[in-house]
């Protein structure tokens, strides 16, 4: 593979989010952005190869890098879904006969960096530990410009001696976050072509840092620190005035502090805005216990139109184990808020985050959560039917490895101490597995459609018809929701009444409804473009949608496992 000459000095390389929605709806790597903004105010060239938002597959990504000719190349790892993609890279870049630096980092590195330089050896040089600010500015300088002799001294940084891992001293966390320079906008025209919002960090770190199954509550870096309010407000003036934005998603864990002193700084916020004379639109993310009518009836009126909050379960049971700061009241008081000021929509996300059941969730936690689904999720995610994930480093995973109940270890199964609740994650699972590739390969779909859309009309009819194919998406995902409810349902009541007799039949029907919601999605879209002269469609098919043989080899293996149980199974053809 030929590389062109080029004085690139860093190429930062994001192999996968494990986030396809990115594939229509752009999105920004704050993290990578600041480093290369710190490492452009000293002198250095930097780029970035987004696989996601570009839907670059391993050989594309290295050719692109290696058409850049860079000397050091960073890759961000999210999680555990990120490394076997960042393996394939590295592999391909070695082979290529590149010979320069190669440094891993972000949160999974920095917890597992022990497990990344041995997977890797010989192909990675280095694991940046916590933030990569002033560690990937100083390995530039010795490395660029030799201002230090040895890069192995630079603190932040894990390596490889000799097969032994060494961990340098950490480095000292920014307390200061309004004196980086405002972050570099790799993307600002994707994320403008597919309508969606900038991102503005408003803090690193959570004022909380102690959820069971959070892995930054490990992380030595892990303290809150809050830009002010004035200086969020400045950017976001400045990309207003920069690229004609209006909307825009105010990064970080809380974005209300607790107590007096975290009230005072909205209340600030607030007053802020208003004095800027500027009207645009804003999300962030909060705890549901900071969630006040006043107080979002205020920030309603300065543009706030979506919120995250990490509800989690509609069990108090389940609230304790997963140690959160907020009760059940406290979440369906601000699930009953958001609903009443009709906050995140058309968004889809009215309460948050959710986990329908874990390790230690009984018959009884399920159902509350059934129950709060059905009361307050109308406008939830898909993924709020999933189990709880077990990250890297997480108090929970040190607990299901002492108590030996890990049954694998990628994003690690577990054994259920319930085992009425181990039956339904049985049932579910295959379920959720094949609706999310489906849901995956839907938004694959949508992001060709905006190309086809933002290629083939002008700005404001692009702009227009994506916004309703993003619209039409969410409504048959609120449907979808509403299914996947229904099915779980009666699948939970047959166990109860120790009877699996119909559900062969509940799951042909669910099949029938899930396939035609999707189908008619894609119809839609097909209208939306000839309704705007737009013909080259030739990609959109329903192909798309897992083949009949997937359903047929679950069912199949669902009535051999309910059978030997000692259950009938109500089968029909799929």
């Known amino acids: 593979m030929k590389k062109l000459s080029s004085n690139i000095d860093v190429c930062f390389i994001d192999p996968y989010r494990g986030q396809l929605y990115s594939y229509a709806i752009a999105s920004e790597n704050l993290g990578i952005s600041y480093i290369a903004s710190v490492l452009e105010k000293k002198g250095y060239s930097v780029d970035l190869i987004d696989c996601d938002t570009f839907n670059l597959s391993p050989k594309d990504a290295v050719f692109e890098c290696l058409q850049k000719g860079p000397k050091i ?36 590195p920095t917890l597992c960096y022990s497990k990344i330089l041995h997977l890797m050896r010989s192909l990675v040089d280095s694991i940046c530990i916590g933030e990569g600010e002033e560690t990937m500015l100083e390995l530039a300088n010795c490395l660029l410009k030799n201002k230090v002799n040895d890069w192995t001294q630079i603190d932040g940084l894990a390596y490889l001696i000799n097969d032994n891992v060494q961990v340098n001293p950490p480095r000292k966390l920014n307390y200061d976050l309004d004196k980086l320079p405002y972050p570099k906008r790799f993307n600002a025209p994707q994320i403008l072509r597919s309508n969606a919002a900038f991102s503005v960090l408003g803090s690193r770190g959570c004022w909380y840092g102690q959820c069971l199954f959070c892995s930054v509550s490990r992380m030595e870096f892990n303290k809150e620190r809050r830009r002010r309010s004035e200086e969020i407000v400045k950017e976001i003036l400045f990309l207003m005035d920069k690229y004609g934005v209006s909307d825009f998603m105010i990064v970080g864990d809380s974005f209300i502090g607790p107590g007096e002193k975290g009230r005072r700084e909205l209340e600030n916020f607030i007053e802020v805005v208003k004095k800027s004379g500027r009207h645009f639109t804003f999300g962030f993310a909060c705890q549901a216990k900071d969630v006040d009518l006043k107080t979002f009836l205020k920030l309603k009126k300065i543009g706030l139109t979506s919120v995250f909050i990490g509800i989690e379960s509609g069990s108090e049971s ?85 108590e030996n109940r890990l049954t694998s270890f990628d994003w690690k199964g577990y054994h259920i101490r319930d085992p009425l609740v181990q039956l339904i994650d049985s049932l579910i699972h295959p379920i959720r597995k094949i609706v999310t590739k489906d849901i995956d390969n839907v938004l694959i779909y949508q992001f060709k459609l905006f190309r086809v859309f933002a290629n083939q009309s002008n700005d404001n009819t692009s702009k227009n018809i994506r916004k309703k194919s993003k619209l039409d998406l969410l409504a048959s995902c609120s449907n979808l929701r509403k299914i996947i409810l229904s099915l779980y349902k009666n699948i939970i009541l047959y166990i109860e009444n120790n009877d699996l007799s119909p559900i062969g039949k509940d799951l042909n029907l669910f099949q029938e409804k899930y396939r035609n919601l999707m189908v008619k999605y894609v119809e839609s879209g097909i209208k939306l473009a000839q309704n705007n002269g737009i013909e080259e469609m030739a990609f959109i098919n329903n192909n798309f949608l897992s083949p009949s043989k997937e359903w047929t080899v679950y069912f199949t293996a669902l009535k051999n496992k309910i059978e030997i149980s000692g259950h009938s199974f109500g089968y029909g053809e799929v």
């Open 318 to 402: 389940d609230l304790k184990f997963y140690r959160k700061n907020s009760t059940l009241t406290d979440n369906q008081v601000a699930a009953n808020i958001l609903k009443e000021l009709n906050l995140n929509e058309p968004e889809g996300m009215g309460v948050g985050g959710f986990i329908f059941y874990n390790p230690e969730s009984t018959m009884k936690d399920i159902k509350d959560n059934l129950d709060f689904l059905e009361k307050y999720g109308s406008k939830c995610d898909i993924n709020f039917f999933t189990h709880c994930r077990i990250l890297e480093g997480s108090p929970l995973e040190e607990k299901m490895i002492a």
């Open 73 to 108: 190349i960073g890759f961000t790892v999210h999680t555990w879904k990120s490394i076997n993609p960042a393996l394939k890279i590295v592999k391909l870049l070695r082979q290529e006969k590149f010979r320069g630096h190669i440094i891993f980092g972000g949160k999974y």
